[in-house]
């Protein structure tokens, strides 16, 4: 018997409601994640991947770069966006516009039109890296979405409510998936799971998590 679900289809692609204003888009980049991840290796050739620190001094297990006009950055002094890479003292790299056209039809497709996003947060798990339960909420712009794409490993996304204690739902975010957040859950809390040990053929051992933001 033939499955009736082929992940490596690029036509299964389908949406499913995880709030009012949240849709995460199964499969919505498989077609087109090697051309992403080409973008992707452009960009941290300019600005690499580096572990940045909380305001109290930790290490984030995440490794970070950032294209568009600004990036997101965090060390003592906070959390915030600004213009230059810390690392190089250069701007970001500019945003490939095929990454942001892409990241416009997820918002399109999910209710969102008119997303303008400036920048890409670029995320790389490796086995055990993981994010904690939080807001994001840097933007000036919180009626804008936040648009995630998922690349490489499968990984447990954690997505809560709008306080950091109470209930959570655990999905399973894998390659290709898009979720897309605004309206009255743009502020939800939501976290990633340690990464399991794995081997993906386009990423290697690795997770690749962009999200688009509209800053202004
Ligand atoms: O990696 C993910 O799926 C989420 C990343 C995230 O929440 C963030 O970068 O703010
Ligand atoms: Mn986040």
Redesign the pocket.
Known sequence: MQDLFDINDPDDVWPETLGSGTTWIHGFLVAQAGQVMADIARVVAQAPYRHLSTPGGKRMS?AMSNCGTQGWVSDRAGYRYQTTDPHTAKPWPAMPPGLRALAQQAAKDSGYDGFEPGVC?I?H?APGAR?GL?Q?RDENNLTAPIV?F?LGLP?T?IWGGWQRTGTTRRIM?RHGDA?VWGGEDRLRF???APLKDGEHALTGRA?I?L?FRQIN
């Open positions: 995440v947060l995320n798990y994010m939080h994001d995630s998922s990984a996304f975010l979720v939501h976290g990633v997770r998590n999200t």
